[in-house]
């Protein structure tokens, strides 16, 4: 048989691609209606993939949610940089990640299930709170890297999960310098 009649092998997968497209089309669901209400078909229709694929790739539906929250809590962005302007830093990645799926919402939606809700405790304690104080060191390292999650997390339940109206663009500016400062003075005052 000559070489151009041999049948073509089939296409390789591409299995990062897909791992990928799966953990988008979760993060998407769980952020606008919640991990409770999102079921594994749902997630597997939206990336266009068979369910059975994300047993394989993440185990089950919680560790899907947990690699999809995962991937959002990401601290080097904040900590790498000069010390001094950590506040303004980290106010502009907050608004940088008001494009994309929020873990917020993801982990704020997942709250009525005792088991999600102790897992995004878990992740943000992990991911955030412990390598934030040890960045930050000093005494009351923990208790003031909780301080700066509360303000972060603050600000992006009022930006994303609620859209406040008293912080629509025309007074974005003043809450954003206002923001920056106070964490700022967390970072420098470790009293």
């Known amino acids: 048989m000559p070489i151009d009649t041999l049948p073509s092998a089939p296409a390789a997968r591409d299995a990062a691609r897909t791992r990928e497209n799966i953990l988008k089309a979760a993060q998407k669901l769980y952020a606008h209606k919640g991990y409770t209400t999102t079921g594994v078909r749902e997630v597997a229709a939206e990336a266009g993939v068979n369910f059975t694929l994300i047993r394989r790739y993440f185990g089950s539906k919680e560790g899907l949610f947990r690699a999809a929250v995962e991937e959002f809590l990401q601290i080097k962005p904040f900590i790498a940089g000069d010390r001094s302007s950590f506040g303004q830093r980290s106010v502009e990645i907050l608004v940088v990640g008001e494009t994309v799926p929020s873990a917020l919402a993801m982990m704020m939606l997942a709250t009525a299930d005792p088991a999600a809700?102790?897992?995004?405790?878990?992740?943000?304690?992990?991911?955030?709170?412990?390598?934030?104080?040890?960045?930050?060191?000093?005494?009351?390292?923990?208790?003031?890297?909780?301080?700066?999650?509360?303000?972060?997390?603050?600000?992006?339940?009022?930006?994303?999960?609620?859209?406040?109206?008293?912080?629509?663009?025309?007074?974005?500016?003043?809450?954003?310098?206002w923001l920056a400062q106070v964490i700022q003075q967390i970072v420098d005052h470790d009293d």
């Open 117 to 177: 809700r102790a897992l995004c405790s878990d992740l943000m304690h992990a991911h955030i709170d412990q390598p934030l104080a040890q960045w930050l060191g000093g005494r009351n390292a923990l208790a003031r890297a909780a301080q700066i999650n509360i303000l972060w997390i603050g600000y992006m339940a009022a930006r994303q999960v609620l859209a406040l109206p008293a912080l629509a663009e025309a007074d974005l500016d003043h809450s954003r310098q």
